[in-house]
Each structure stands twice: as C-alpha cells, then as structure tokens.
C-alpha cells in the first residue's frame, strides 16, 4: 500500500488560484494516480487523471482551467488550479490506483474553498 498526504488546499476569490500537491510514501510509478472531489451533499467525483505514461484526462467542468502533472523521482502528484469558481469549493482527494492489480489508496483530503 501507498500511504497519501494531501496539501495545498485553503480559501481563495473567485478567479484565483491553488495548486496542490499529493506527497505518497513510497515509488508511484506503477500506479495512475488522480484527483477527486467531493462537494457537501455530492458523491466524489473524477477531477483528473494521470497514468503511468503521463496521458491525462479531466472532468469537462475543469478541462482548460486545472492542470495534473506528476513528479514519480519526488513521489508527489499536483493540481494546479486557476481561475477557481465557488462551484469548485469541495474536499479534493488523492488517489493511487495499482496499475498492474487492485491496490487503491486514498488520501485524508484537504478543503478547497473559492468564495469572495
């Protein structure tokens, strides 16, 4: 198993930006890793995805305002988040998913707030 911390999370306007960031414990190349979200009263939803070759897909709510990359030589996934709108405010969660099985890790979340 991979343990996940989340970070990077917080308040910020409307229009603004965060990037966070998903530290895991150890070596994350065979895993496609991906950022979730959940919204008070919403089930967790696919932000974005990045596999193991660095394709990446996104939700269409999101598609040209996040950015997924991955650093696997830092063990550590980012979301780069601008032009944040209220309906982003959500707790955002790291996941790992085993390439090559069934292992699948989550992270504690961290709170993205967008809101003047």
């Known amino acids: 198993q991979v343990q996940l911390v989340e970070s990077g999370g917080g308040l910020v306007q409307p229009g603004g930006s965060l990037r966070l960031s998903c530290a895991a414990s150890?070596?994350?190349?065979?895993?496609?890793m991906g950022w979730y979200r959940q919204a008070p009263g919403k089930q967790r939803e696919l932000v974005a995805a990045?596999?193991?070759?660095?394709?990446?897909n996104y939700a269409d709510s999101v598609k040209g305002r996040f950015t997924i990359s991955r650093d696997n030589a830092k063990n550590t996934m980012y979301l780069q988040m601008n032009s944040l709108k209220p309906e982003d405010t959500a707790v955002y969660y790291c996941?790992?998913?085993?390439?090559?099985?069934?292992?699948?890790?989550w992270g504690q979340g961290t709170q993205v707030t967008v809101s003047s």
């Open positions: 990045i596999t193991r070759a660095k394709n990446t």
């Open positions: 996941n790992a998913r085993y390439a090559l099985g069934v292992d699948e890790n």
């Open positions: 150890r070596s994350m190349t065979d895993y496609v």
